[in-house]
C-alpha cells in the first residue's frame, strides 16, 4: 500500500495504516504527522520525509525505516521490533523503551534511552552514528546504547553534559577520542575488552552494512564501556532480583 502523507492530518493517516490489509505501507511526503506506527505490530513501513513526534511508540513488532529526519520521542515505550533512521533524531529518543532497537544514522538529541530498561529476553539497544545530546543514559535500568561519534573529531566523547545521570543498569558504549571523565562517582568507566567488544560485534556489524559504513573504519578507534556502580543506590531502589 501507498500513501501520500502531503496535507493530511496525522489521525487520517494512522487510520489507513491500521486498516490497511497490507502488510508493507510505503509513505511519501511525510511532513510531521504523529503516531506513525503507534501500538502496531506486524507491519513495515518505509517513510520518505520527517514523521512528527512519539513515531514508533509502544511499536510492538515490525519494522519502520525513515528515509529523513525524526522528531521527539521515537520508540517511546517501544516493546519490540526495528526502527532505522536515515537521519537524526529528536529529543528522549527510547524514553522507557523495553524491547526492540533504534538505529540512527546520524544524531540523537537530549534524553536519548531516558529510563531504557530490559526483562529476560526483551534487551533494547538504541545506536548513534553521530553525536548524542546531554543526559544521554539518564536513568537508565537495562539494555544496550552504542554511540559512534563517527562526525565526532574534537570532543574527547560524542556526548552532552550529565551523561548516565541516575543510571542504575544496563551499558553504554562510547567510540571515543580519549577516556571520557565526566561522569558522577556512580559510574564505572572502563575500556572495552575484547568480550566487551564481541557482546556488540554483531550490532556493530548491522549497523555498518544497513547505512553503508565501513566496519574496519568503526572499530578503529577505541571503545569505553558505562556502567552502573553495583554499589550505587539506585539499584536497589528501581530493580528486583527475582529467583
Not at 164 to 175: D, E, K, P, Q, T
Not at 222 to 236: E, K, L, M
Amino acid at each position: 500500500m501507498k500513501l501520500t502523507a502531503s496535507g493530511m492530518h496525522f489521525r487520517t493517516l494512522n487510520e489507513q495504516i491500521r486498516q490497511s490489509a497490507d502488510t508493507d505501507i510505503e509513505i511519501t511526503n511525510c511532513c510531521g504527522q504523529r503516531y506513525i506506527g503507534s501500538g502496531l505490530q506486524g507491519k513495515n513501513i518505509t517513510i520518505h520525509g520527517v514523521p512528527g513526534n512519539a513515531l514508533a511508540s509502544y511499536f510492538d513488532g515490525g519494522s519502520i525505516t525513515v528515509y529523513g529526519n525524526a522528531q521527539d520521542a521515537t520508540c517511546d515505550t517501544m516493546n519490540q521490533g526495528r526502527v532505522v533512521i536515515h537521519g537524526s533524531c529528536g529529543d528522549a529518543a527510547g524514553y522507557g523503551m523495553r524491547g526492540g532497537q533504534l538505529l540512527i544514522r546520524d544524531n540523537v538529541g537530549y534524553r536519548a534511552g531516558i529510563h531504557m530498561k530490559a526483562y529476560k529476553e526483551q534487551q533494547p539497544l538504541i545506536m548513534v552514528g553521530g553525536m548524542a545530546g546531554s543526559f544521554l543514559s539518564e536513568y537508565q535500568a537495562g539494555g544496550t546504547i552504542i554511540v559512534l561519534g563517527l562526525n565526532n573529531q574534537e570532543k574527547p566523547a560524542p556526548i552532552g553534559a550529565l551523561c548516565c545521570a541516575g543510571m542504575h543498569g544496563g551499558r553504554l558504549f562510547l567510540r571515543c577520542n580519549s577516556e571520557p571523565t565526566d561522569f558522577d562517582n556512580h559510574i564505572l568507566v572502563n575500556r572495552a575488552t575484547q568480550e566487551d567488544m564481541q557482546s556488540i560485534e554483531e550490532h556493530l556489524q548491522d549497523f555498518c552494512k544497513t547505512f553503508g559504513i565501513s566496519y574496519e573504519e568503526v572499530i578503529a578507534k577505541d571503545f569505553y564501556v558505562i556502567t552502573p556502580n553495583t554499589s550505587n543506590p539506585y539499584q536497589a531502589l528501581y530493580t528486583k532480583n527475582c529467583v
